[in-house]
């Protein structure tokens, strides 16, 4: 079976940085795309970051400049590099895979999260 495991998550102060993994396992076939997402109480799930297959990554508005995300194929690993944070950036923040499987064409896939808190 698949599997999305994210770590790295924390306690930091305002203005630190922290670095989240997401590292996949399992039989896939084909990664077709890797994104970040994030979940803060009583909100909705957001779309941070993305990286697709064949192109470049893209942001939200509110991480551009601070956030980045790239992917280790050798170790399918997906990582966000987070600087800058702020109070507005708490939340579980969780990794979603698009890959082909032995079992499906189009797979989605998610991981049990990781809690970043910012404090002030």
């Known amino acids: 079976q698949v599997q999305l495991v994210e770590s790295g998550g924390g306690l930091v102060q305002a203005g630190g940085s922290l670095r989240l993994s997401c590292a996949a396992s399992g039989r896939i076939y084909t990664i077709y795309t890797m994104t970040w997402h994030r979940q803060a109480p009583g909100k909705q799930r957001e779309l941070v970051a993305s990286l697709f297959s064949g192109g470049g990554p893209t942001y939200s508005d509110s991480v551009k400049g601070r956030f980045t995300v790239s992917r280790d194929t050798s170790k399918n690993t997906l990582y966000l590099q987070m600087n800058s944070l702020q109070s507005e950036d708490t939340a579980v923040y969780y990794c979603?895979?698009?890959?082909?499987?032995?079992?499906?064409?189009?797979?989605?896939?998610w991981g049990q999260g990781t809690q970043v808190t910012v404090s002030s």
């Open positions: 979603k895979m698009e890959a082909r499987t032995p079992d499906i064409l189009r797979g989605h896939f």
